[in-house]
């Protein structure tokens, strides 16, 4: 079989769609699918998926992959040699072993219902919003799991006796994912990958495992929760039923961990992805570094059992693209999200106007679930352009706050450069097609962005990690970034360097203008 007929496959479950992917050796898309399914948003602040639909949609897009593969002249069943797996973090699933059927919806990374719990154990314990930030480098807040956890326990009739009896398991979506595909109620693997569990608030950042004393204090048992493994090892095989059987699972990790493999950062490295949130993580080599300016303390991946692990930090923002969707979907400025670019470049700038997309609170830096979307600046001058540029502004504004405290937190003495001593961000994710997008983060960050030929490398770092288990590929081939770097799109600042601060001023001012809204009257 020649280097040509080798194929690893690539389950990327993000938080709108699932898309699977077969790379070939040289890690060429040969065949892919997406499917979206449904959002649910029971009151406002909540948002939820339906387990089982996950599970279908991975079902489909791995038929249909292997259908367009294969009519691509690729004989990917008798060349595929693993499976990789990333998934949205955070979301929340309880399941029955017994039924196989989950025991409530998913409840997704960005719902804000667990605010109450939040005061809650702030005001109950000594160390406040920052108890836990020892152990596992989060900060209490309604992103992480341990706390959808909580308000499944205390709000799903029957649940806690189903954990007494040991029927009722928890998992983020690669558990749910790992514990379909390998048979389900018949001997399904219950396990989880170390990116994953470090963003469950649970595990701690240095033994590597559930943290006895944080589950103890939550009231969480440990016999709910899955085994935490490596991100590139043998995890088992996919079990009869599915449209592919017989494979290796090897590869598995959070989304944006995945998209820091596929960007190939090595420490000193940052890279931001644009989705419906956007995540900006910063790999800070073997070391835990402490944040004293908002951002989160965790693992950026660890390539194997016996490998070293990276840590990170990491600025995570709710809404980025999920701005541009509200534009389309709920004002119909735009009737697709591509039409955002031609709008905003009507106009040379936003006519002073300001957008703060704080639609469910404020993640990295700030940490406000009181503050609410704020629109300022508007004058009769303003039209639907200025909007439609203001709302590209603020993704670039957020992106720039968390890069700003991760040069306050890690020092610049080691961080990477690019042989003119510039500070090179990397970015991928859907909206990075937009280049009007790409240039305003250049302009207000004042360095270069660098796009790579294949934005969605997040996919990618999947393959990669699920390759390296198996020897289709190795660290050399996933981390030969100046090749990369000479097929990207480099994006160079143009912004006069007041303008700039002024600029950073004004969206500073505004975001201000945001906080202490959650309980404006309905």
Known sequence: MSDSEVFIGSIDQ???STRFIFYDRFARAVGSHQVEFTQFYPQAGWVEHDPMEIVESVRICMARALDKATANGHNVDSG?????ITNQRETTVVWSKSTGLPLYNAIVWMDARTSSICRKLEKELPGGRTHFVESCGLPISTYFS???LLWLLDNVEGLNEAVKKGDAIFGTIDTWLIWNLTGGVEKGLHVTDISNASRTMLMNLKTLDWDKSTLD???ISAKMLPKIISNSEIIGNIAKGWPITGIPISGCL???HAAMVGQSCRKGEAKSTYGTGAFILLNTGEEVVKSNHGL????AYKLGPKAPVNYALEGSIAIAGAAVQWLRDSLGIISSASEIEE????VSSTGGVYFVPAF???FAPWWRDDARGVCIGITRFTNKSHIARAVLESMCFQVKDVLDSMHKDAGTKDEAKSDKTEFLLRVDGGATINNLLMQIQADLLGSSVVRPADIETTALGAAYAAGLAVGVYTENDIFASGEKLKQATIFKPVLEEELRKKKADSWCRAVSRSFDLADLSL
């Open 254 to 256: 959070g989304d944006q």
């Open 360 to 362: 469910n609170g404020l």
């Open 14 to 16: 993000g938080t709108t």
């Open 80 to 84: 595929l040699k693993a499976i990789g």
């Open 217 to 219: 204090t939550l009231g």
């Open 343 to 346: 709008l905003a470049s009507k």
């Open 296 to 299: 989160l303390s965790t693992v």
């Open 146 to 148: 341990a706390l959808k």
